[in-house]
């Protein structure tokens, strides 16, 4: 145990009603840049054919710091928050009264929200009051009235109570369900000739846009899953330092942290893990921290494993109410835990010091502290290559079931025999696909956002001798058109698997535009968030979205995540000569063949690029960045992930595609 006088995160820690009776500090408000802030005015008398865009330019224009802007279409009003009072101030002087596209604006004042947690808890109250307090708000809650560990199985593994081969039957059918919207959608976006392909496609498959195969199964059903991201918090009788998933979300008022005993997607050894994890916190002498009133210690613990038997483990403080010895107490605890705990086989161990709001970092994060092992990540095998996983990069959290379906991408890309075709990797994360592929294929080209995963896909190139792959640093839609430019006449197959929301529309134009590509494998853990790009791709041709439009011609769905209503869908598009490839059905024994023995290719070396883009371009782009960001962020709770895994690929139910 570390010596030093215990800090408590609230004098009466895990009491709820000490928060909604007000003895707890509501810095919700004030703490959240993009919430309910307690800066907020309503905009009136806009232009109804004026969107957030045009609201967004103006404020810009004249040099308004704002936070975010709310409008409905066709509406005349609009909420906007700011990050501080004199923003807000600021603009109340400049648009009150202020003539924008004809109309006179109106300032005036805003009613804030409720912090949500503390309005779940006061609807709780209401509810106890009336003699009701086991009631459920919503359809996706939990029945409180079984034991908390059956509670937190049923909100990580919401299916895990259903045999598998139903499981797989459900899947199928919320994923058809999706597909008859996007067929819906796809008929309404295309006219003239373009029409007659999605008009035959419905009348041959019942009203789909395309041959939908059955379904892919997991190989690996229980504790599949390699990252998990545990929250530290109170336990459902206030246990400090808990370790596990939350039974609810910030949102609906539950903050109350159970550990993952039941949960079948999380394996034997991370439960073990967990558990040992949880007597060296509540053993440490420091508190969890309270996401309420912002203070205390310990907040998560991330655990990342491979099937060679590594383990990556990073365990997240806030330093805030630290004092100056500390922190440095903390980690030679923390490494002499790791190094004296033989039940705890971990190849790795960080400390990593996380102040933020939401303990996803930011600028100001320091680096994280190696208190155990040589490096700061740990190796996976996977289709005959070795990757590295650092604790943020993105890799498939199923190890088993990312080798179905990258064979399965691979199988679809068709590529030829003479390897003389460029693969366009797009959201390529840590390389893992384009470099399955780089064997088949001239040249690969990865985009990724995230420096990290860049650096990763870079030494697994060099650690794998792959040598005909490039990548850019920087998000899709800021390089596509240059590289699109750069190809010439080039033969590409596009690769894409962005996240949750999908791509951003300057991505989809530019695909339609580059005549160089036929194919195009989309990649979707969301088919909501997909279906408006798909429908783009697929359009007719007008000003907004020129170049020869796709047709969908056949997707299938990749159980990757048993237990839970997720799944990743594959959909292949093609236009021009790829039409007229021949099919055959993708059998579950062919899926592993495809990609498996991939050789070394050699060409020009490993490099990262990165291609300039002025000012305006990208300017000229923050509208339609800004509305796809604030359509997934509506489209999903801010809670918690509560399978554990912090990526935005996989935290949105699918029952919303119905």
Request: charged share 25%; net charge negative.
């Amino acid at each position: 145990e570390m010596d030093g006088k215990r800090k408590s995160s609230s004098e009466n820690d895990g009491d709820v009603d000490a928060v909604v009776d007000g003895r707890a500090p509501r810095v919700y408000k004030a703490s959240e840049a993009h919430g309910s802030t307690i800066y907020k005015i309503s905009l009136k008398n806009i232009n109804r054919h004026s969107d957030v865009g045009a609201l967004k330019r103006l404020f810009r224009k004249h040099e308004v710091n704002f936070s975010k802007i709310k409008k409905r279409k066709n509406m005349d009003h609009a909420f906007v928050t700011f990050p501080t009072e004199e923003a807000m101030n600021k603009a109340a002087t400049t648009f009150n009264n202020f003539k924008f596209k004809g109309q006179h604006l109106r300032v005036e004042e805003a009613k804030v929200l409720e912090d949500p947690f503390i309005s779940a808890q006061n609807q709780r109250m209401k509810n106890n009051k009336r003699g009701n307090p086991q009631k459920r708000h919503k359809a996706s809650d939990v029945d409180p009235s079984i034991p908390p560990l059956e509670q937190v199985a049923d909100k990580a593994c919401p299916l895990w109570r259903v045999p598998y081969e139903q499981q797989l039957n459900i899947k199928e059918n919320l994923v058809q369900k999706g597909f008859f919207n996007v067929a819906k959608g796809i008929r309404k976006a295309v006219t003239g000739k373009d029409n007659v392909w999605i008009a035959d496609a419905m009348r041959k498959y019942d009203g789909l846009p395309c041959v939908i195969e059955d379904i892919v199964p997991s190989p690996l059903v229980k504790g599949y899953r390699t990252k998990c991201e545990f929250t530290i918090g109170a336990g459902p009788h206030h246990e400090e330092n808990t370790v596990g998933f939350r039974i609810g979300s910030y949102q609906d008022g539950s903050i109350t942290v159970v550990p993952p005993t039941l949960c079948e997607n999380v394996s034997e050894e991370m439960k073990v893990t967990v558990s040992s994890v949880q007597e060296f916190v509540r053993g440490s002498g420091f508190s969890h921290y309270d996401k309420v009133i912002h203070k205390g210690t310990w907040r998560q613990l991330l655990l990342r494993t491979t099937r060679r038997g590594e383990t990556l483990a990073v365990l997240y403080l806030c330093d805030t109410s630290l004092e100056d010895t500390d922190l440095g107490v903390i980690v030679e605890a923390w490494k002499s835990f790791i190094d004296n705990n033989t039940n705890v086989p971990i190849t790795v161990a960080l400390l990593q010091v996380d102040n933020s709001i939401s303990c996803r970092g930011g600028p100001d994060r320091p680096n994280p502290i190696l208190v155990h092992g040589e490096r700061e990540y740990i190796t996976e095998d996977l289709l005959g290559l070795e990757f590295r996983i650092s604790a943020d990069a993105f890799f498939q959290v199923n190890t088993e079931g990312a080798e179905k379906l990258y064979s399965l991408i691979g199988d679809w890309c068709k590529l030829s025999s003479n390897k003389n075709e460029t693969l366009l990797d797009v959201c390529c994360g840590t390389g893992t696909i384009g470099q399955t592929l780089a064997s088949k294929v001239h040249e690969v080209i990865g985009i990724e956002m995230v420096e990290e995963a860049v650096e990763d896909a870079k030494d697994n190139a060099e650690r794998n001798g792959i040598t005909n792959v490039t990548y850019y640093a920087d998000r899709a839609e800021n390089v596509m058109h240059n590289i699109s430019q750069s190809l010439g006449q080039k033969h590409v197959v596009a690769v894409v698997d962005p996240p949750r929301a999908g791509l951003h529309p300057k991505v989809v134009r530019t695909l339609r535009t580059s005549q160089q590509i036929n194919r195009l494998v989309y990649v979707s853990c969301s088919l909501k968030g997909a279906t408006a790009n798909v429908i783009d791709l697929c359009r007719s041709r007008s000003k907004k979205f020129k170049g020869e439009p796709y047709q969908l011609v056949r997707a299938a769905t990749v159980d990757m995540f048993p237990h839970t209503d997720h799944c990743e869908v594959v959909m292949f598009l093609a236009r021009g000569d790829a039409l007229q490839d021949e099919w055959e059905p993708t059998r579950d024994s062919e899926t592993t063949t495809s990609a498996s023995t991939p050789s070394t290719p050699t060409a020009t070396p490993v490099k990262t690029e990165t291609l300039s883009t002025t000012s305006d371009e990208v300017n000229g782009d923050k509208k339609e960045e800004s509305e796809l960001r604030e359509q997934a962020t509506e489209a999903e709770t801010s809670g918690e992930d509560q399978e554990g895994d912090g990526s935005a690929k996989q935290q949105q139910s699918w029952c919303s595609i119905m």
